[in-house]
């Protein structure tokens, strides 16, 4: 007897986005009644310096995807498409530690900053056009696009000074030509944002739109106004809860049908969910990772692994990949 499947519900994807209006309230009260004390008091100047920050975002939601991969027939699936890639990324994460410096490292920086944002917004516009119900036209893409670069530019205000240090361009600080880009395809984004909703049908697919142009115009006001943080949580809660409702749910989809993967056939016995099981096992293995990154291979693994990710996740979640047949949405 088959069973249906566990659908993730669009309504919960949508509710992620509080964290938006949640982290302007604190940098308004913040700035009108506390005087800064957030700010000055509370916030580090950058959230790495809070070691729970590093085991809690980023890394662990890759290593989850990684262990969905944790199963002979997906293994088999995917090995000779990912076999390359993962060579490509490994040599790219070593030139970087140990090519001529600092420009190596520097271009790393660069490559990593985009790839990043490209995979962050690309998985949440990708979710929008779903939940539109439509296929991709010309209007879209540039939508897609003016996001992605508009989210690089505010990427490297953020990150800029402690892998770049000072920059100009044809005389120009840097970090004010990001600004005055960003601004300019933020500003582009929120009117493709109108016109992408006048053609679109009445439904949650709207809001959510407008939930990723929010993001984009919130991360650039409030790094402006010097809270990085929240600049930095806002994508980051976003991004990392959707992946990891989507990974929880293909996993319990797949378990049901009794393909389960490695992680869950050595908890078998506890009969743990995977709401248990795969956020913990992906919480220990980054923990393990980061507490070591001041390894140079360590961190060269952490690199490749999060480019490995960023590529694959560009394509399992759709046609005839078998993480397809395990995910469905509820709008």
Not at 67 to 88: D, W
Not at 195 to 222: C, Q
Not at 233 to 244: E, F, K, S
Not at 301 to 307: D, H, P, R, W
């Amino acid at each position: 007897m088959e069973h249906p499947l566990h659908s993730i519900d669009c309504r919960w994807l949508l509710a992620l986005y509080a964290v938006i209006p949640l982290s302007v309230l604190l940098v308004a009260l913040d700035l009108l009644l506390w005087n800064g004390w957030l700010a000055n008091e509370v916030l580090p100047g950058d959230p790495n310096d809070w070691p729970l920050w590093a085991v809690l975002f980023g890394l662990p939601h890759i290593i989850a995807s990684l262990l969905t991969m944790a199963n002979g027939e997906y293994i088999s699936h995917y090995r000779r498409t990912l076999l390359p890639p993962f060579c490509v990324f490994l040599l790219i994460a070593i030139a970087g530690h140990f090519g001529p410096q600092p420009v190596s490292y520097n271009l790393l920086f660069v490559f990593l900053a985009f790839y990043t944002i490209y995979h962050v917004l690309a998985q949440q516009l990708g979710l929008t056009l779903m939940m539109l119900g439509t296929r991709p036209d010309r209007l879209f893409t540039c939508w897609k696009w003016l996001a992605i670069l508009a989210g690089f530019a505010i990427y490297i205000n953020v990150y800029g000074m402690r892998f770049l240090g000072h920059w100009e361009l044809a005389g120009v600080n840097g970090y004010e030509l990001m600004t005055a880009i960003g601004s300019g395809l933020c500003a582009a984004v929120v009117v493709l944002s109108w016109r992408l909703t006048r053609r679109a049908k009445p439904g949650i697919g709207r809001w959510y739109l407008w939930a990723n142009a929010a993001m984009l115009v919130s991360a650039l006001l409030i790094n402006e106004l010097g809270y990085t943080l929240f600049v930095i949580l806002i994508p980051r809660v976003i991004h990392d809860l959707t992946a990891y409702s989507v990974y929880i749910t293909h996993d319990r989809n797949r378990n049901r049908s009794g393909s389960s993967s490695l992680s869950y056939r050595l908890t078998h016995t506890s009969s743990w969910s995977p709401f248990i099981v795969l956020p913990l096992s992906s919480l220990l293995i980054a923990y393990a990772l980061t507490s070591h990154q001041n390894h140079p291979w360590v961190n060269i693994v952490i690199l490749t692994l999060s480019f490995l990710h960023y590529y694959y996740e560009g394509f399992i979640w759709r046609g005839q990949n078998p993480h397809r047949q395990y995910i469905a949405f509820k709008r």
